[in-house]
């Protein structure tokens, strides 16, 4: 089995499946532009649709319940996960057909709330985790949410 998928499962094992969104369990496979982030793109494809073609298909509706929990957080890590979630979802929709639907329309209010709730924590985070991008983590996320940034 693949280790990612196992890792995953893992995660839902131990009743912490939201951890695979929010940055507590990290999958990547690649280098990334971030460090010591999920990559979503490898998340998506080599954890969450061969679970749903594994045949479980709550998994779209646990998602939707993670991002928007994670959006309730003041935890910096957890809404760019939650925020990086609904990107990837949109980036595999446009390049494969995916076998399920997930509405994330009604979490855009969540979302933008949640950044500007912690746009300090962004415009200040000193983590390593986005050192690699040129900028504040807010002008990262915040036109992801309709924001300027910084």
């Not at 196992?6 to 969104?21: L, M, N, V």
């Not at 994330?104 to 991008?133: I, P, Q, T």
Request: charged share 30%; aromatic share 12%; net charge negative.
């Amino acid at each position: 089995m693949d280790a990612l998928l196992q890792q995953y499962k893992d995660a839902i094992a131990a009743g912490r499946e939201i951890d695979c969104y929010n940055n507590k369990n990290i999958f990547c496979e690649r280098d990334s532009f971030m460090i010591g982030l999920t990559d979503m793109q490898v998340l998506w494809q080599r954890c969450i649709l061969p679970l749903y073609n594994e045949g479980d298909h709550d998994i779209p509706n646990r998602i939707k319940t993670y991002v928007k929990q994670l959006f309730e957080t003041d935890d910096v890590l957890s809404i760019y996960g939650a925020l990086e979630c609904i990107h990837g979802y949109r980036m595999m929709r446009l390049f494969y057909d995916l076998p399920f639907r997930i509405d994330f329309s009604d979490c855009r209010e969540a979302a933008k709330a949640a950044v500007l709730r912690n746009a300090e924590k962004f415009k200040h985070y000193e983590g390593k985790e986005f050192s690699s991008f040129d900028g504040t983590p807010y002008d990262l996320v915040a036109p992801r949410v309709g924001l300027e940034p910084a």
